[in-house]
């Protein structure tokens, strides 16, 4: 299964993006940041790759100043590996 990481610096940040995606329907959730990103205060928002795109283009015109970037993130028979994209 892969799914979308958008890695936030802010609590605040990733927490208001979680609410807005839900808002517009876009399945998400907020979670721990996993290590493997490299940054984070700890949370950040994941969504399935199906809605990638358009997530995308929400959090990048939000204008977060806080936004870190995303993440894949791969899960392969209980093994979990995080990539930047």
């Known amino acids: 299964m892969i799914e979308i990481l958008a890695v936030f610096k802010s609590r605040a940040q ?13 399945n998400c959730a907020l979670i721990a940041t996993p290590k493997e990103c490299g940054v984070g205060c700890g949370l950040c928002v994941k969504f399935s790759q199906a809605v990638y795109p358009r997530a995308k283009a929400i959090i990048l015109r939000s204008g977060y100043s806080a936004f870190y970037g995303f993440c894949l993130m791969r899960s392969v028979y209980g093994k979990v590996t995080v990539t930047k994209v």
Do not use: E, F, P, V
């Not at 990733?14 to 876009?26: E, P």
């Open 14 to 26: 990733a927490t208001d993006c979680n609410a807005r995606l839900k808002g517009l329907n876009i």
